[in-house]
């Protein structure tokens, strides 16, 4: 199992990145995916899920209406779109699976700040 993350960088307060995590080694398709991100001095917490088909997403309540999570199966790529972000959106963000135990990328660093 593989995940890779990208797409973080540096952002002004009130911009939006859009994040990808290319995945192998497993039937994408097969299994729901999930971002997490983790601040400095601060444990890791969950940021959204979504299910195997894409049909069902779930989010923390601090991301609702600002993130989204989609996923592309033909490509084997989750995204994590993100919106109206804030200084304290600051964080490694990861993507991880669930297959028997978990699964981590190596993390993008989202950095918000003016």
């Known amino acids: 199992v593989q995940l890779v993350e990208s797409g973080g960088g540096l952002v002004q307060p009130g911009g939006s990145l859009r994040l990808s995590c290319a995945a192998s080694?497993?039937?994408?398709?097969?299994?729901?995916m999930f971002w997490y991100r983790q601040a400095p001095g601060k444990e890791r917490e969950l940021v959204a899920r979504?299910?195997?088909?894409?049909?069902?997403?779930n989010y923390a309540d601090s991301m609702k209406g600002r993130f989204t999570i989609s996923r592309d199966n033909a490509k084997n790529t989750v995204y994590l779109q993100m919106n109206s972000l804030k200084p304290e959106d600051t964080a490694v963000y990861y993507c991880?699976?669930?297959?028997?135990?978990?699964?981590w990328g190596q993390g993008t660093q989202v950095t918000v700040s003016s």
């Open positions: 979504i299910s195997s088909s894409g049909g069902i997403t």
């Open positions: 080694g497993f039937t994408f398709s097969s299994y729901a």
């Open positions: 991880n699976v669930w297959i028997r135990q978990n699964y």
